[in-house]
T-cell receptor, first 114, second 114 residues
């Protein structure tokens, strides 16, 4: 069964450093998403991406965050200057369409900012 | 804004016990409702969904009915197994107002003992 893959599974970084989290969505999907879950809290929406541009973003997704689909397969989340409070599990998801279409999630990348 | 509230966890049951995890929501319009499950070390997987009022989603012995009048989508299973131990997330997607972003509840940890 097709799956969403995320790398790395765990990323440790120093505060102020840039990190790039990588995702390979399911190949025929058109909509891509990033979510995050701070330990003990809810899974929160960060951003959705369609047709090579951001379609929606949350208030969490400030200027420190960016997303890119650099080629036909990868979908990346960049944090320019990490803060301690960016430590969380980051999930990538993709779907064929919106609304009733199912979102398929990757296993997540655990980001630890020291 | 949209929100989802799940019952507090963790929930600990013996094998073959009856399971209920409560979920209520607040949303504008007519959202689609989902239950996702996360097994240890894995990503979120769709367990079941319902897209309109009175729909019943079902999968692997789990069921949930979309109750518009009580704005609820409680998850039930008649006889749980040890393999059902996981974290369960209730979520909604508000049609027509976003590019399919999911709003999650806080998750409920279920542990089933033999």
């Amino acid at each position: 069964e097709p799956e969403v893959t995320q790398t790395p599974s765990h990323q440790v970084t120093q505060m102020g450093q840039e990190v790039i989290l990588r995702c390979v969505p399911i190949s025929n999907h058109l909509y891509f998403y990033w979510y995050r879950q701070i330990l003990g809290q809810k899974v929160e929406f960060l951003v959705s991406f369609y047709n090579n541009e951001i379609s929606e973003k949350s208030e969490i997704f400030d200027d420190q965050f960016s997303v890119e689909r650099p080629d036909g397969s990868n979908f990346t989340l960049k944090i320019r200057s990490t803060k301690l409070e960016d430590s969380a599990m980051y999930f990538c998801a993709s779907s064929e369409g919106t609304g009733k279409n199912i979102q398929y999630f990757g296993a997540g990348t655990r980001l630890s900012v020291l | 804004g949209n929100s989802v509230t799940q019952m507090e966890g963790p929930v600990t049951l013996s094998e073959e016990a009856f399971l209920t995890i409560n979920c209520t929501y607040t949303a504008t319009g007519y959202p689609s409702l989902f239950w996702y499950v996360q097994y240890p070390g894995e990503g979120l997987q769709l367990l079941l969904k319902a897209t309109k009022a009175d729909d019943k989603g079902s999968n692997k012995g789990f069921e949930a009915t979309y109750r518009k009048e009580t704005t609820s989508f409680h998850l039930e299973k008649g006889s749980v197994q040890v393999s059902d131990s996981a974290v369960y997330f209730c979520a909604l997607s508000a049609l027509g107002t976003s590019y399919g972003k999911l709003t999650f509840g806080q998750g409920t940890i279920l542990t089933v003992h033999p």
